[in-house]
């Protein structure tokens, strides 16, 4: 069973940064490819960022590219999503997951992902 605990999300004033940690439990992190989503407020679950298995490409939505970085490391099981210059409406509760399928390419969608975290939040103050 992959169990997927997101920490690192907190209260920060606009134009901060927060770096958010995925830990993963399993042998198999490092064979899938894993994303970030967030869901504010009476909004639907949106796509952040995406990495591949190997960290070799990856994929930010356009609303945080430039912004934000998506990583990993495959020895600690442990992904990561680098936030820099936050914004009011990066407010949200952020997600990690592991996609379902080894194959293909980087995915958007959420319903390409089987294995999702708790959640944490993460506040922008203006």
């Known amino acids: 069973q992959v169990q997927l605990v997101e920490s690192g999300g907190g209260l920060v004033q606009a134009g901060g940064s927060l770096r958010l940690s995925c830990a993963a439990s399993?042998?198999?992190?490092?064979?899938?490819?894993m994303g970030w989503f967030r869901q504010a407020p009476g909004k639907e679950r949106a796509f952040v960022a995406a990495?591949?298995?190997?960290?070799?490409?990856?994929d930010h939505a356009d609303s945080v590219k430039g912004r934000f970085t998506i990583s990993r490391d495959n020895v600690k099981n442990t992904l990561y999503l680098q936030m820099n210059s936050l914004k009011p409406e990066d407010t949200a509760v952020y997600y990690c997951?592991?996609?379902?399928?080894?194959?293909?390419?980087?995915?958007?969608?959420?319903?390409?992902?089987?294995?999702w975290g708790r959640g944490t939040q993460v506040t922008v103050s203006a």
């Open positions: 997951a592991r996609r379902s399928t080894q194959v293909g390419s980087l995915s958007r969608f959420g319903y390409e992902y089987n294995y």
């Open positions: 990495i591949s298995w190997s960290g070799a490409s990856t």
């Open positions: 399993g042998r198999t992190f490092s064979d899938y490819d």
